[in-house]
């Protein structure tokens, strides 16, 4: 099919969607530097350190996405009372970022990994954070933030890196307030909650997360047996669509009755970090534009792709994904 007339049309539409973010938001901080030699406290590499670097993760960087596609996002999450959950906010305010929906917690840590780089090489990561699940006060505080800001959205994505915000005491809840209304939702699912997303309009797990999540010993390289992994998700889940990012393979979309697989375009990678974030963001987009099947998938796919390219964690540019698309799609 050619989309090539449409395309303007589309990226237009993305503009003030709103999409309601919900799940783990976190800090990804960088300690950066040159090594030439080895302490002489212990053997360990000394970094002389050039530059400090922080930036938006998980949840955050979706919404970064969704801003620089046009969209409007909403976060909704639970930080900690904590300098590292000041200087989140502080980091969402410089990125014009709403951020009432959040949550302060004195029982809770905001999410920070810190990663120490020597040599363009990461040497040690430290991760500051609380993992257990929210407790009930805190799950009712969420929700009524949710309940708040999804009364006007086009869409909801739960972005869960297993970090207690959704959890098995409301992922349940949150989904069928959102079926009330209504709204589509998408999930970019984690092993530990993976088959609690039931009656979502759109899944999007990657090929390990599937393995993992339906404790498959496969590789599913053979068409077949990932089909049949698809099939037996789709009747845990009961959801509408199903969109598999297969890395270097493209991404496999379906539902009961539909099934399409949109191939990798040759890309020079540089960095992987981040793309499943810019994947699921583009995804919500078009799910809120009700854009067709196969658009969904090209349009996510070249996504993933493009970020690929560039080193980092950074949000894909609107201007090069519609050119893309005008060169692929044409």
């Given at each position: 099919?050619?989309?090539?007339?449409?395309?303007?049309?589309?990226?237009?539409?993305?503009?003030?969607?709103?999409?309601?973010?919900?799940?783990?938001?976190?800090?990804?901080?960088?300690?950066?530097?040159k090594?030439?030699?080895?302490?002489?406290?212990?053997?360990?590499?000394?970094?002389?350190?050039?530059?400090?670097?922080?930036?938006?993760?998980?949840?955050?960087?979706?919404?970064?996405?969704?801003?620089?596609?046009?969209?409007?996002?909403?976060?909704?999450?639970?930080?900690?009372?904590?300098?590292?959950?000041?200087?989140?906010?502080?980091?969402?305010?410089?990125?014009?970022?709403?951020?009432?929906?959040?949550?302060?917690?004195?029982?809770?840590?905001?999410?920070?990994?810190?990663?120490?780089?020597?040599?363009?090489?990461?040497?040690?990561?430290?991760?500051?954070?609380?993992?257990?699940?929210?407790?009930?006060?805190?799950?009712?505080?969420?929700?009524?933030?949710?309940?708040?800001?999804?009364?006007?959205c086009?869409?909801?994505?739960?972005?869960d890196?297993?970090?207690?915000?959704?959890?098995?005491?409301?992922?349940?809840?949150?989904?069928?307030?959102?079926?009330?209304?209504?709204?589509?939702?998408?999930?970019d699912?984690?092993?530990?909650?993976?088959?609690?997303?039931?009656?979502?309009?759109?899944?999007?797990?990657?090929?390990?997360?599937?393995?993992?999540?339906?404790?498959?010993?496969?590789?599913?390289?053979?068409?077949?047996?990932?089909?049949?992994?698809?099939?037996?998700?789709?009747?845990?889940?009961?959801?509408?669509?199903?969109?598999?990012?297969?890395?270097?393979?493209?991404v496999?979309?379906?539902?009961?009755?539909?099934?399409?697989?949109?191939?990798?375009?040759?890309?020079?990678?540089?960095?992987?970090?981040?793309?499943?974030?810019?994947?699921?963001?583009?995804?919500?987009?078009?799910l809120?534009?009700?854009?067709?099947?196969?658009?969904?998938?090209?349009?996510?796919?070249?996504?993933?792709?493009?970020?690929?390219?560039?080193?980092?964690?950074?949000?894909?540019?609107?201007?090069?994904?519609?050119?893309?698309?005008?060169?692929?799609?044409?």
């Open positions: 099919m050619n989309y090539l007339k449409n395309l303007d049309s589309i990226f237009s539409d993305f503009n003030g969607k709103r999409v309601v973010i919900v799940g783990d938001i976190m800090v990804d901080k960088y300690v950066i530097g090594v030439d030699r080895v302490s002489p406290e212990a053997p360990v590499p000394v970094v002389d350190v050039s530059h400090l670097d922080s930036r938006l993760g998980g949840a955050g960087n979706v919404a970064l996405n969704i801003k620089a596609m046009g969209g409007i996002p909403i976060l909704c999450s639970v930080i900690g009372q904590d300098v590292e959950g000041d200087d989140l906010l502080e980091m969402l305010d410089k990125q014009g970022l709403y951020s009432k929906a959040i949550l302060r917690s004195d029982k809770r840590k905001t999410t920070t990994k810190t990663r120490v780089i020597g040599n363009n090489h990461q040497l040690l990561r430290f991760d500051h954070e609380v993992k257990n699940d929210l407790d009930s006060l805190d799950s009712f505080l969420l929700q009524e933030n949710y309940l708040r800001e999804i009364e006007i086009d869409v909801i994505i739960y972005e890196y297993n970090k207690g915000v959704l959890h098995s005491g409301n992922i349940e809840n949150l989904i069928q307030l959102a079926n009330n209304l209504n709204i589509s939702t998408i999930v699912p984690k092993k530990n909650n993976f088959l609690l997303y039931r009656n979502v309009t759109l899944f999007k797990p990657n090929l390990k997360e599937i393995k993992e999540g339906l404790n498959i010993s496969s590789d599913l390289s053979n068409s077949d047996e990932l089909q049949l992994a698809i099939q037996t998700l789709q009747e845990k889940l009961n959801n509408k669509i199903t969109m598999v990012t297969l890395s270097e393979r493209g496999l979309i379906a539902t009961k009755n539909e099934w399409l697989s949109v191939p990798a375009h040759v890309r020079n990678i540089a960095d992987v970090s981040g793309a499943g974030d810019t994947v699921v963001s583009v995804a919500a987009l078009c809120a534009s009700n854009l067709d099947l196969k658009l969904i998938a090209e349009l996510s796919n070249l996504s993933g792709g493009l970020v690929c390219e560039k080193l980092g964690v950074v949000p894909i540019e609107k201007d090069q994904l519609l050119s893309e698309a005008k060169r692929i799609l044409a």
